[in-house]
């Protein structure tokens, strides 16, 4: 199994980053990203399983012969069960290492919730085995997101990677021990919801909404909030979302970060790591 390791870096849409696969490729080399995490679409527009896979295997294959993981992932919604199972599946035809599932509100305000998360999850790993890295990317407070099924989807997955976007609430050094507490709290209470912890920061702030964003953070991107992520999850393979949206501030601290050898370039063939206590 390939599980992330080093800096990741989270695409929407690879055209947006780059004019070309070559030049994306070498944008995330120059950032120092180990891996990656693309966007292979939306579970109410993948009745066509195999689209994504088919348009874009030169990208995974570019991605591999760079020695950068390729993962997927997908925003998912309590529907079509089968057809996410098949889209994850043909995703690793093509040489996917691993997928993730994006659940968020549709999981959490649907009628029998962790009955169909068990469903899909079921389904996911039926499709593509149990050697085949698989997370999930929920909301990062747990408390006020206390009826979403972290458990059914946890005891399916290798990781679970909330999504801790300080700049909606402040800076990182006060906003990120109040997440780890959460899912702290939520690990000693149902060990199956927290496998290994890999929080996903944010590249952007509140100059976002220049872009049309509706629902952009209250605050600013600092160049010291995302060093402090980097270095506070540095050992969980740290990662951010996302490459077309990323801000001055977080390409500046990754290409420090490249200039002064302080990351590692990939690894494979890295085993999934057991839960860490990052408090």
Request: charged letters at 20%; glycine letters at 6%.
């Amino acid at each position: 199994m390939i599980a992330p390791s080093g800096i990741g870096l989270w695409i929407v849409s690879p055209r947006a980053c780059a004019p070309d696969d070559a030049s994306l490729i070498e944008r995330c080399r120059q950032l120092g990203a180990s891996w990656a995490a693309i966007r292979s679409g939306d579970s109410g527009s993948i009745a066509d399983q195999s689209g994504w896979s088919k348009a874009h295997a030169g990208l995974v294959r570019a991605f591999l012969d760079a020695r950068i993981s390729p993962f997927t992932w997908h925003y998912s919604r309590p529907s079509i069960v089968a057809s996410q199972a098949a889209h994850v599946a043909a995703n690793k035809s093509i040489g996917v290492v691993g997928h993730i599932v994006d659940a968020e509100t549709e999981f959490e305000v649907a009628p029998h919730n962790d009955i169909t998360a068990r469903a899909l999850m079921a389904a996911i790993r039926s499709s593509v085995g149990e050697d085949f890295f698989i997370a999930h990317a929920p909301f990062a407070f747990v408390r006020i997101h206390s009826q979403f099924p972290y458990a059914t989807f946890g005891e399916r997955c290798n990781a679970v990677m909330p999504q801790a976007y300080w700049s909606y609430q402040g800076h990182a050094v006060d906003v990120l021990p109040r997440i780890d507490a959460q899912w702290d709290a939520l690990r000693n209470v149902s060990p199956a919801a927290v496998p290994a912890y890999m929080p996903i920061g944010c590249s952007y702030g509140s100059a976002i909404a220049k872009l049309g964003e509706k629902d952009p953070p209250r605050w600013d991107l600092a160049a010291d909030d995302v060093a402090t992520f980097l270095q506070r999850y540095r050992d969980q393979a740290p990662s951010l979302y996302s490459l077309d949206v990323a801000e001055g501030p977080a390409l500046a601290v990754l290409s420090g970060y490249v200039k002064a050898a302080q990351i590692a370039f990939p690894t494979f063939d890295v085993p999934c790591r057991d839960p860490i206590d990052a408090t």
